[in-house]
């Protein structure tokens, strides 16, 4: 992970936890600066899914080949809003074994927008909001500069198999831009399903299925319901204990799909598990700004290449594409934010209380400075209600419009054209709109730092695919 200057702080005091209940278990499987990372610690019904498939040729998955070594697999569980501290003190049996089997890090995105699709382009980049420039939810980055994981080994090694399974349409667009994943599923929301568990369900199933079935080389996927319930009843509440124990049986399930097709297969199988910003304890703003609460994000890494029990905190969330890359074969890109965690084995360490010094990790993150957390704090507040209030206007004006189009396409006379002039008018007036909320956001987002750092020259290919042209 890029580390930045140490800011100066002021220390947050972590919240009372609620007291933890029983998971419910989910269905069978059919910045400018760049974030700081803190110091090491002290202490030893049914649903229907939409799914996207690229048409182009893809080749055989190298996990259907023959090979001398046992064949690379990586898994990435992205469980939004997540914060350590309560993974810690909740009853997740799942999360402390993987814990247990791999090395845990807990780092802090202070300098970085505590917004979803920020966070979570980071992730799927390896590069910070400096330069993937996405600072809200309402992305329309085309990841030409910098593309995603997906393309990344889409571009070097098109014979893999790339999957990502989620609920999210922001995580749809990552995995659809550029070249894309070959298999992009999107699980839809279930009516009456308030606390997202069911959608969860739902996705760790389809998400089990792929793994038993196709054995991706590359997979992504994301649970969603604790960010849920933490924006419904805060952080510190009982229902944001109830949804993460419900998440680490999901994770359970996942695991279980894992265990099996390694026994089956002898493939190595590394899961990456990475959230993309905390929660605030109190009901309210839940996060978007710089509290600890808000900026503390960890990494678990359970696999071949990690020894097991131990914590690193050079861990960071901008190397979850780079070790991808690393453990495919694949280079990451010469300007990559973040870094192999292989190559920051040497800042780990086996404590003798591995509870305690990772509770000591999450306790050293505090605030950035005054002027970062004045910067940041402009830029949500203008780019957090920028998406809905957009979104809103313009399915809005589109509902008017299909109403228009039914009167014009009457043939009536005189009302038809009236009709469908106003239906083109709206059209443009949305198009508009449009242009200009991303200008003006675009605009605060330069001002702020954001997308100001431009790719590296000489690589403005890097969004498509690799090409040897035959000989003339």
């Known amino acids: 992970m890029a580390l930045a200057p140490q800011a100066s702080v002021a220390t947050a005091v972590a919240p ?3 007291a933890p209940v029983a998971p419910l278990a989910p269905p069978a499987p059919a910045p400018v600066p760049v974030p700081v990372n803190p110091p090491a610690p002290t202490g030893g019904t049914s649903s229907v899914t939409s799914t996207s498939v690229n048409t182009r040729k893809r080749g055989e998955s190298a996990g259907d080949t023959v090979t001398q070594e046992p064949v690379n697999k990586v898994l990435v569980i992205g469980v939004d809003g997540t914060n350590m501290s309560k993974i810690l003190d909740a009853q ?4 402390h074994e993987l814990m247990q089997e791999g090395t845990t890090g807990v780092s802090s995105i202070a300098g970085h927008t505590t917004i979803s699709a920020d966070s979570w382009t980071t992730i799927l980049t390896g ?9 809200n939810n309402g992305i329309t980055n085309d990841f030409t500069r910098f593309p995603s994981v997906y393309t990344q080994i889409e571009r070097a090694k098109p014979e893999l198999k790339t999957a990502s399974i989620a609920d999210w349409n922001v995580l749809e667009k990552i995995a659809q831009g550029g070249i894309g994943a070959d298999q992009v599923v999107r699980t839809p929301a279930i009516a009456g399903d308030d606390s997202e568990s069911q959608l969860d369900a739902q996705t760790t199933a389809h998400v089990a ?3 038993q079935k196709d054995g991706p080389d590359f997979l992504f996927t994301h649970l969603d319901q604790v960010d849920h319930a933490g924006h419904l009843y805060g952080g510190g509440s009982q229902q944001y204990i109830d949804a993460l124990e419900h998440t680490d049986a999901n994770v359970g399930t996942i695991m279980d ?5 390694e026994a089956a297969t002898g493939e190595k199988w590394t899961v990456l598990v990475v959230t993309d910003h905390g929660h605030r304890p109190e009901l309210g703003i839940g996060h978007g700004f710089q509290s600890p609460n808000e900026t503390s994000t960890f990494v678990i890494a359970r696999g071949p290449s990690f020894t097991p029990g131990q914590i690193n905190p050079a861990f960071g969330i901008d190397d979850i594409t780079p070790t991808a890359l ?10 990559s934010d973040g870094t192999d965690l ?14 305690t010094a990772i509770s000591d990790m999450v306790n050293a993150n505090h605030y950035p400075d005054l002027l970062t957390r004045l910067r940041l704090g402009i830029r949500s507040v203008i780019s957090l209600p920028a998406g ?6 313009v399915d809005g004006v589109n509902g008017i419009r299909q109403q228009l189009d039914a009167v014009g396409s009457s043939g009536v006379p005189v009302f038809s054209q009236l009709a469908s002039a106003t239906s083109w008018a709206l059209g443009a007036f949305n198009q508009g709109l449009t242009v200009v909320t991303n200008t003006v956001v675009t605009v605060v987002n330069r001002l702020t730092g954001a997308g100001v750092v431009d790719a590296a020259p000489g690589d403005n290919d890097r969004s498509l695919p690799q090409q040897v042209l035959p000989a003339l």
């Open 16 to 18: 009372a936890l609620p």
């Open 92 to 95: 997740t049996p799942n999360f």
């Open 127 to 135: 590069v910070w909001d400096t330069k993937h420039g996405v600072t």
């Open 209 to 211: 299925t792929s793994i």
């Open 257 to 261: 799909a894992v265990r099996a097709r």
């Open 326 to 335: 690393g453990l495919l074969g694949v280079s990451s890109l010469p300007d």
């Open 342 to 355: 292989r190559s920051l084995a040497d800042h780990a360490s086996t404590p003798t209380n591995r509870k």
């Open 388 to 393: 809905p209030l957009l979104d809103g206007i």
